[in-house]
């Protein structure tokens, strides 16, 4: 059982609503058809099957995991000269974890002449403020059921990578409900030339 104040989970794929049992008798009902009736079982609402909070993240897991392959096949079937890295992995946010973010893809890019950005394409299932300290979502509305963005990242090669906030106070490289609109930023992100990106702006 989960602590007083947190949220309660139930699956409600098991969840019956209240059948009353026929008023015929098992022999009445023999006699009458020759069959003997093989009800479905009678669930009511004290009979609901709590998840675990586990259970809960592994099922929102798998969600932004398909989620998450879907965007990557759609960002690599626009032109062939765009090619990001499949790096799909989730997290679902401890407390609530029906909330949870997918990580897609990562690279790099040439913002401005003397500035390579190594940043990372995410989309989640709330919409939420990125902060500007060490608590990277803020305010979470999870009214809104999707957001898409970039953040720029630092990090040496096999340890883990943290958010470059040199770049833009936050780090944050774009942000949208849209998945046309990220899409046509991560687009702009990975184009190889002028030609490509005036492409992705007719979209």
């Given amino acids: 059982m989960q602590a007083r104040g947190k949220l309660r989970y139930y699956d409600s794929r098991e969840y019956r609503p209240y059948v009353a049992p026929a008023k015929a008798t098992y022999h009445s009902e023999f006699l009458r058809t020759g069959r003997i009736s093989r009800a479905h079982p ?11 909070y586990q259970e809960v993240a592994d099922r929102t897991g798998k969600k932004l995991t398909v989620a998450g392959e879907k965007s990557h096949e759609r960002i690599n079937g626009f032109h062939r000269s765009i090619r990001f890295p499949k790096l799909i992995f989730h997290r679902t946010l401890e407390d609530n974890p029906h909330l949870g973010y997918c990580h897609v893809t990562a690279a790099s890019t040439l ?16 919409f939420s403020e990125i902060g500007e300290n060490d608590r990277f979502f803020e305010r979470i509305n999870p009214d809104y ?7 720029a990242i630092e990090g040496e090669a ?33 184009a190889p030339d002028e030609a490509v990106r005036a492409i992705i702006k007719r979209l």
């Fill in 145 to 151: 059921s999707r957001m898409f963005f970039a953040v």
């Fill in 111 to 126: 913002l401005s002449r003397h500035a390579q950005v190594s940043w990372s394409f995410y989309i989640a299932n709330f």
């Fill in 158 to 190: 096999g340890k883990p990578t943290r958010l470059d906030r040199s770049i833009r106070g936050n780090g944050l490289l774009f942000q949208t409900r849209d998945p046309k609109e990220a899409l046509k930023n991560v687009l702009l992100l990975g």
């Fill in 42 to 52: 009678i669930w009511v609402p004290e009979e609901r099957r709590y998840l675990t």
